[in-house]
């Protein structure tokens, strides 16, 4: 349940949101047109579509038309212009499951993968623990040695990306666009201070800083 299908033909975006999701642990595959995102979104090789509106060859819609009128139930997420109404309308009408308005952070747009993915089946995640520290992702709650610690949302995020990749050196660049979205100035050291406030509430030791490449959450546990 974690083949994601991005339809999007801004690289910028589909690149972004291809990163986010693979350290995710999703599995996704980006295609740049209609014709061939239609084509991918009926190959029954995909749990969930990312649709853009804006695409060469066949608009958003019309895949999405085409996709419903052939009976398939593949959850679609649509990528609407944030001022446009008629789009948003248009695209749950047009049978989406749900719509995110560009431009949108990459967790808000997680959060909806998530969503739409949720099965029975497969147990989801809830706990993820490294050394002394527990984030709670439901109650979105982070605990030290047992006792809780208030994390804002933005820490819990950043936090949150660093547990689910343990020893995997993250840039700067990542953190950005994961946690605070690709509009984000990239000169901005928002990264740096952030990191600062989880060493401070979370354990001095655990995030490592690399130099010149990011940082990584020590795969030793103290
Ligand atoms: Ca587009």
Same mark, same amino acid.
């Given at each position: 349940?974690? =083949? ?5 033909? !801004? ?8 990163? #986010? ?15 061939? @995102? &239609? ?5 029954? !090789? ?47 009408? #047009?049978?989406?499951?749900? *719509? ?6 990459? $967790? ?6 998530? &969503? ?17 520290? %527990?984030?709670?992702? +439901?109650? =979105?709650?982070?605990?030290? $040695? ?11 995020? /950043? ?7 343990? @020893?995997?050196? /993250? ?10 979205? *690709?509009?984000?100035?990239? %000169?901005?050291?928002?990264? $740096?201070?952030?990191? %600062?406030? &989880? ?11 690399? =130099? #010149?490449? %990011? *940082? +990584? &959450? ?5």
């Amino acid at each position: 349940m974690n =083949r994601v299908l991005i339809v999007e033909d !801004e690289t910028r975006i589909a690149a972004f949101v291809e990163k #986010g999701l693979r350290a995710n642990g999703f599995t996704p595959t980006v295609v740049g047109d209609g014709i061939s @995102g &239609l084509g991918h979104a009926m190959s029954g !090789e995909f749990d969930l579509v990312v649709l853009d509106v804006g695409l060469p060859g066949m608009d958003g819609f019309t895949v999405l038309r085409r996709l419903r009128q052939a009976r398939s139930q593949l959850p679609v997420i649509i990528l609407t212009a944030r001022d446009s109404v008629t789009d948003t309308v248009a695209a749950l009408e #047009g049978g989406a499951d749900d *719509y995110m308005p560009k431009p949108f952070k990459f $967790d808000e747009l997680l959060a909806r993968i998530r &969503l739409r993915l949720r099965s029975d089946r497969t147990p989801e995640v809830t706990m993820l623990q490294h050394g002394p520290v %527990g984030l709670d992702l +439901r109650t =979105r709650r982070a605990s030290v $040695d047992g006792r809780t610690v208030d994390l804002s949302a933005r820490e819990f995020a /950043l936090a949150e990306i660093f547990w689910r990749n343990p @020893g995997q050196v /993250l840039s700067r660049e990542q953190l950005l666009s994961h946690v605070w979205g *690709y509009d984000f100035d990239p %000169g901005s050291n928002v990264v $740096d201070v952030y990191v %600062g406030y &989880l060493r401070r509430k979370l354990g001095a030791d655990l995030i490592e800083t690399v =130099r #010149g490449m %990011g *940082y +990584r &959450l020590s795969a030793s546990t103290p």
